[in-house]
């Protein structure tokens, strides 16, 4: 059953495991949950709010009774949404039947409103046509912000004075950026907490729903073999590397005020790095979880320019073809200094990592396309097969990669002889390829997050001390970036980045995996 929480609202329990099949275990006839997507005619919901929701619905994790709704300015009715909607729904679980049919049925709960979003008389008419869906059962209802930053606070005002649940719970996913540094950020938390409690507000961070990121906890206090190791007697270095092999194309007005640190490092890999990192929480309870992330993060050290190297990607012809640089976008100042790319070197200075280098590396117009975690391990003191494996003492160390995606897989890199006479030795890797161990095709990270906002798991959301903790680490060096207007080490499109970020891990003694 649900739990009753102080302020009023309600939470389900946390284990998803302990529920019924529909993953939502309260008296359904009594209940009914309304979603609405602020934002509805925008990229973000087309391209992932709406799939999501519809493979929640296909895998039958949605409550019975639920109704969605698109918000946003744009004039569109029921039916047009439902058009727009279906041309991006995948069939991803194609081979199975009826999914075109459970497509219509999902589209046939979707509906649209047209609203300014700092209209209260505009929500007002919303909550009445989400009362007429709700038949008089206990409305939950969750607002999805799928909007630019600096209408947030305008819609959650509306939202929460004129639509929001009466008598069952009220929720909010709010999408980054959470600011753009520590005061705008605190400023955004404060504006949010004038409307709803902290409990209410979800805010997302789409890599903690990657599968292998959800996965890192399991590996690391599930099995003997790694706890004991995870710590700085007995690894060398981790690195949390982020590429794409495309541009900020169609994105560049909103990336030229933000740039690749607040983009990914300060969230995304930030956030990796914290669940690396952590002790063992006392439970898997999101609170328990979350203190254990914020004590790493307070226990960092903040970015220092010396350890930080920028990037920007410039032009390139390849094969023929001329491949844009950042400034070639129109959204973009032709003299921005805004960093595309960015490495860097980060330290906790606690117990258990004193002296660690935690290697960060993201970047925009790379050659490929990968987020990994890369664990580097100590040499094995003495090892009596220095001399077979050669010179090369990097190539003797065991190396565990968590390669998040693409093709996601768990890798450890052993020595182990080469079959014969001799005696040669060989790396190896024991390799755990999820597309060949698992037939199941792994749910997108923004199912797992919309269903644990449905069900009230906050684990994978980020609570506000520990957003005011990633802020005070990247602020300074993010001032003194723009200030100093430090200018960014220029790389081709589609190359391997700035060589700054080998001289980088050299002076750590690191080669980026
Ligand atoms: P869009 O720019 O597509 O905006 C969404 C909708 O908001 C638009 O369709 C438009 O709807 C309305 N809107 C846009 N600009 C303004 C404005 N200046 N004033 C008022 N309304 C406006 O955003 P995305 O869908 O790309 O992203 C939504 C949120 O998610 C943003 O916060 C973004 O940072 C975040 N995000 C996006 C990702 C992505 O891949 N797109 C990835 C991660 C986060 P209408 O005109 O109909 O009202
Ligand atoms: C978003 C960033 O948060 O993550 C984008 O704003 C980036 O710039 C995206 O492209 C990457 O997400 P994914 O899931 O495609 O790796």
């Not at 529920?19 to 979603?35: A, H, L, P, R």
């Not at 590429?243 to 690749?260: H, L, M, Q, W």
Request: aromatic letters at 10%.
């Amino acid at each position: 059953p649900f739990e009753k929480l102080k302020d009023g609202l309600f939470s389900a329990p946390s284990s998803r495991e302990s529920k019924d099949i529909t993953g939502f275990n309260v008296n359904e006839n009594d209940s009914t949950v309304s979603i609405t997507v602020v934002g509805a005619s925008g990229d973000l919901a087309k391209k992932k709010i709406f799939p999501a929701l519809f493979a929640l619905y296909y895998e039958g994790c949605l409550p019975e009774h639920f109704t969605i709704y698109g918000y946003a300015r744009s004039k569109m009715t029921d039916a047009e949404l439902r058009d727009t909607v279906s041309k991006t729904l995948t069939c991803r679980i194609d081979k199975r039947e009826n999914c075109g049919e459970k497509m219509e049925q999902f589209l046939q709960r979707c509906f649209y409103h047209s609203g300014q979003y700092d209209s209260q008389e505009d929500f007002v008419k919303l909550d009445k046509k989400l009362k007429e869906h709700e038949g008089g059962r206990v409305p939950h209802r969750l607002f999805y912000l799928s909007i630019p930053p600096n209408i947030f606070i305008d819609a959650v005002r509306c939202a929460s004075l004129s639509a929001s649940s009466g008598n069952g719970w009220t929720r909010v996913i709010v999408e980054k950026p959470f600011g753009r540094d520590s005061e705008s950020s605190a400023a955004l938390t404060k504006a949010l907490k004038q409307y709803l409690e902290e409990d209410q507000i979800f805010r997302i961070d789409h890599y903690l729903g990657k599968e292998l990121v959800e996965n890192l906890s399991v590996l690391r206090f599930s099995n003997l073999i790694f706890e004991p190791l995870w710590s700085r007697q007995y690894i060398r270095n981790v690195q949390l590397i982020f590429s794409e092999d495309f541009g900020t194309e169609g994105r560049g007005g909103y990336f030229d005020n933000y740039g690749i640190i607040r983009d990914i490092m300060q969230n995304h890999l930030l956030q990796i790095l914290a669940l690396f990192a952590m002790e063992t929480p006392v439970s898997l309870d999101a609170e328990d979880i979350r203190n254990e992330k914020v004590k790493v993060l307070r226990s960092m050290r903040p970015l220092q320019l010396e350890n930080v190297v920028t990037g920007q990607y410039k032009s390139h012809v390849r094969g023929g073809i001329t491949y844009p640089a950042y400034t070639d976008d129109k959204t973009v100042p032709k003299d921005s200094l805004t960093p595309t790319f960015a490495a860097a070197a980060l330290f906790i200075d606690n117990a258990r990592w004193d002296g660690v280098p935690f290697l960060m590396k993201a970047g925009k117009a790379l050659h490929n396309k990968r987020a990994e975690i890369r664990v580097q391990f100590r040499h094995v003191p003495g090892n009596l097969y220095n001399r077979n494996i050669g010179t090369d003492l990097d190539q003797a160390t065991n190396e565990l990669v968590i390669r998040v995606q693409p093709d996601e897989a768990i890798l450890l890199k052993i020595n182990n002889k080469v079959p014969g006479l001799g005696m040669r030795l060989d790396r190896s890797n024991l390799n755990l390829h999820y597309a060949a161990r698992y037939s199941k095709e792994i749910p997108d990270a923004y199912e797992r997050l919309l269903l644990d906002a449905i069900e009230g798991e906050r684990r994978l959301f980020i609570r506000s001390d520990e957003l005011d903790a990633a802020w005070a680490l990247f602020t300074p060096l993010l001032k003194e970036i723009e200030e100093k207007k430090i200018i960014p080490e220029y790389y081709p499109y589609g190359s391997r980045g700035p060589v700054g970020a080998h001289y980088l891990a050299a002076r750590y003694k690191v080669r980026w995996g």
